[in-house]
C-alpha cells in the first residue's frame, strides 16, 4: 500500500527558509511534485522532480528561492524553501505521478499537506 506523508511545515518570519519532506512508503511512481493550496484557490505547483534521472522542473514565478531534491536511501523528497514571503504561507502537499510536471490532474496520489505560514 502507498503512502505520501509530508513534514516540516512551521510558522516562519518572511526572509527565513524552511525545509519539508515527503516520505514515500515504497516505489510509488516516477515523478514527486510539491504543490501549494491556500483557501479558494486551486492548486499551484512549486516543484517537480524525476526520481530516477534527477530532472527537475521549477515555475518562474519562484525566481530560484525553492529546490528539490531527492534521497533515495531514504525514500524522501525534500522541498528547500529560501527567502520566503508572506506570500508562500500555504498548505504544502507532496504527489506521485507519471510525468515532470506542475499540474496538479497530473499527480493522482497526494500527502495530507503540512502547513507553512510566513509572517511579515
Known amino acids: 500500500e502507498w503512502s505520501l506523508v509530508e513534514s516540516g511545515g512551521d510558522s516562519v518570519q518572511a526572509g527565513g527558509s524552511l525545509r519539508l519532506s515527503c516520505r514515500y512508503s515504497t516505489y510509488i511512481s516516477r515523478y514527486i511534485g510539491w504543490f501549494r493550496q491556500t483557501p479558494g484557490k486551486a492548486q499551484e505547483g512549486v516543484a517537480a522532480?524525476?526520481?530516477?534521472?534527477?530532472?527537475?522542473l521549477y515555475p518562474d514565478s519562484l525566481e530560484g528561492r525553492f529546490h528539490i531534491s531527492h534521497d533515495n536511501a531514504k525514500n524522501t523528497v525534500a522541498l528547500q524553501m529560501d527567502s520566503l514571503k508572506p506570500e508562500d504561507t500555504a498548505v504544502y502537499s507532496c504527489?506521485?505521478?507519471?510525468?515532470?510536471?506542475?499540474?496538479?490532474?497530473?499527480?493522482?496520489?497526494w500527502g495530507q499537506g503540512t502547513q507553512v505560514t510566513v509572517s511579515s
Open positions: 504527489a506521485a505521478g507519471s510525468e515532470l510536471s506542475l499540474t496538479a490532474s497530473d499527480f493522482p496520489y
Open positions: 522532480i524525476s526520481l530516477y534521472a534527477g530532472n527537475t
